[in-house]
């Protein structure tokens, strides 16, 4: 960030950064938040509870200091925006905050108005944020991907109360060259970002986005510098640099690759609460949503820190509000909650929402005596949950309407899925769902594909098992072959009627191609142990894993992305020798070929031509 600057800033302002795509309409990036606060500024907040200090991270003292960031882009084109989010401390109404701003006239005022107010403010409200403006800018050159070096942000425009969401958002962005013509409110001021390609080498240490040292890379693909030579480069006068997670659409994604490091991280996004017709509290209007995440629901059960903190100095907290909307009993809610998740999750991980009325009438503060202790300006207004993972242990990633209780009893989750009237809970609105919550996840532990999910929790029975199968893990492994290979069909007698039900034949459609290449070298992994293992009670099923292997392989080159099977075969697939050779000098697959059909080997010979090896030899 080169510039930011209004008229007068004499308080603490908020500054997030995130691509948004106009075209797709959907948000292509995680936010980036940038302090922009003076060391007096920053000293006026209060640091939020339960946070995690400089310990957990060794660079944490630096973060707050980081104004570079890396934001990759698998699609270019000219409709690709770089927004910046504006917010500051919790005030009041929009328009009455933003007005001594946009008043030049007696601007002698209108500093010592907000000279008065702000101490006050920060020590009260100072954990609470609301919008106060946005601006935003192209990123690419029109009509072609090539980065526009020289465009800059729009004015700071004034937030409207009902533009808050993304989509409303998008609608301004996908009209963007009228912008002009949308008759919104500026503030005088001005925000400049400079945007230029990322370097091959930089001598910035640069964080991934679990905040990891990212390593360079040697001529053989080896790392050259250690974590250690990562810290060392980093300084008060020289931040790291972060980069920023990027979000790929699925179906609708142009290239997909896989999962190569381990970004276990889930997405909150509060989007609407209907508070409108409640009449359980007799105060709800300036509302903001405490977002945590627990292990239990047991009374008295700690929220885990593990919620990335926008506070400076500070890495992880185990709770994030969201902004607030003055006087509106149905707000709209944008900020994001990133999550760091756990390794194992279990049915009792859940999301806590928790909201709050926030008072912000701080006139009868200022004229109270010292002497006289303030209340809290928090009321409590309701309560969601939102269980993370099915009896499966799938982890759940959707579009959530939750009904809101106006209490929470000890273990409320048996509570979730009942419509019925419960003694211990008193619902808000008759049990209506409410309260809307968009989760994303950024995962290569947990797949939202029930057929891939299947297939790698029977691996995980057979890794515990020691290779020795049950009757009942047998037929269920290879109905699940059945489902990624939809070509080839399991035995009906070997499969019984309830497993027969469990895969309806709606589910044999097998997975889908987007699935596939992003755990492409998980999944080739775990076929070829199973492939490889020298248990008794497999060797009926290799027959069925070479077909799947096959038409797992025959997908990917279709889909003209042979280049990630060659960089499975060079850089991941490693044998039980000593020195790593190549899966086509390991693997004999002559013997297991000549049960399957001739339709399977002529994928094979075709695959085999494709990468250049043959049958015998791979």
């Known amino acids: 960030i080169a510039v930011f600057l209004f008229l007068f800033q004499l308080e603490p302002f908020f500054l997030t950064l ?5 075209q797709q309409g959907v948000k292509l990036s995680e936010d980036f938040h940038v302090d922009v606060n003076s060391d007096p500024l920053r000293e006026m907040l209060p640091l939020p509870p339960n946070t995690m ?4 991270h060794p660079l944490s003292k630096y973060l707050n200091s980081t104004v570079e960031a890396v934001f990759s882009v698998t699609q270019p084109h000219e409709e690709v925006y770089l927004v910046a989010r504006i ?7 929009i328009t009455t905050c933003a007005e001594p701003y946009m008043k030049l006239g007696d601007a002698v005022k209108s500093t010592q108005r907000i000279l008065q107010q702000v101490p006050l403010l920060c020590s009260r409200l100072g954990t609470y944020h609301m919008a106060f403006a946005w601006a935003a800018r192209p990123v690419f050159q029109s009509g072609g991907n090539k980065l526009d070096l020289t465009a800059e942000f729009t004015a700071l425009y004034k937030q409207e109360r009902e533009r808050l969401s993304n989509e409303e958002l998008l609608k301004i962005l996908s009209d963007f060259k009228n912008i002009h013509k949308a008759k919104l409110q500026t503030i005088p001021g001005s925000l400049v970002v400079d945007v230029v390609p990322q370097p091959p080498q930089s001598k910035t240490a640069t964080l991934t986005s679990s ?3 990212v390593r360079s890379r040697g001529r053989g693909g080896g790392a050259d510098r250690d974590d250690t030579d990562t810290l060392s480069r980093v300084s008060p006068s020289c931040p790291p640099c972060l980069e920023v997670q990027e979000f790929l659409g699925g179906f609708h994604a142009p290239r997909i690759d896989p999962h190569l490091s381990l970004t276990h991280h889930l997405y909150v996004y509060p989007v609407t609460l209907k508070y409108d017709s409640q009449k359980a509290f007799a105060k709800a209007r300036n509302i903001s949503c405490w977002v945590q995440f627990k292990s239990s629901d047991v009374k008295g059960a700690k929220a885990l820190p593990v919620i990335y903190s926008s506070a400076p100095g500070t890495v992880f907290c185990d709770g994030l509000h969201t902004t607030v909307l003055h006087h509106c009993t149905s707000p709209t809610f944008y900020t994001e909650v990133k999550l760091s998740l756990p390794i194992a999750l279990s049915p009792s991980h859940h999301l806590l929402f928790t909201f709050y009325h926030i008072s912000c009438d701080i006139a ?5 005596k010292s002497s006289i202790r303030q209340p809290p300006p928090e009321t409590i207004v309701g309560y969601a949950w939102l269980p993370l993972v099915d009896e499966q242990g799938r982890l759940l990633e959707d579009t959530h309407s939750l009904p809101v209780a106006a209490n929470l009893p000890p273990n409320y989750l048996q509570f979730t899925s009942s419509k019925a009237a419960v003694p211990d809970v008193k619902w808000v609105d008759g049990h209506r769902p409410i309260f809307r919550v968009d989760t994303r996840l950024q995962s290569p532990i947990y797949t939202q594909d029930s057929s891939l999910h299947e297939f790698f929790s029977l691996c995980e029975q057979l890794k515990h ?12 492994l290879e109905v699940s072959l059945s489902l990624l290979s939809p070509s080839s069909l399991p035995p009906l007698s070997l499969v019984n009627p309830v497993t027969q039900i469990a895969f309806s034949p709606q589910r044999l459609a097998g997975v889908d191609l987007h699935v596939i290449l992003q755990f492409l070298p998980i999944l080739l992994t775990q076929l070829f142990h199973l492939l490889s293992n020298s248990s008794k009670d497999l060797e009926t ?18 889909a003209g992305r042979s280049d990630l099977l060659k960089s499975y075969i060079e850089h991941i697939f490693v044998t039980r020798w000593t020195s790593p050779r190549p899966v086509q000098s390991t693997m004999t697959w002559q013997d297991s070929w000549s049960s399957t059909s001739d339709k399977v080997s002529t994928r094979v010979r075709n695959f085999c031509s494709t990468c250049g090896s043959s049958s015998r030899s791979c």
């Open 18 to 22: 995130a691509l948004f795509d106009a």
């Open 53 to 56: 200090d400089t310990g957990p």
């Open 87 to 93: 917010e500051k401390v919790l005030q009041g109404g």
């Open 211 to 213: 905040l990891l040292p």
């Open 364 to 368: 009868k503060t200022t004229k109270a």
């Open 465 to 476: 098992k020691s290779g020795q199968l049950q009757p009942a893990v047998h037929t269920a």
């Open 541 to 558: 099923l290799k027959a069925e894993v070479v077909r799947t292997l096959v038409e797992v392989v025959d997908k990917v080159v279709e």
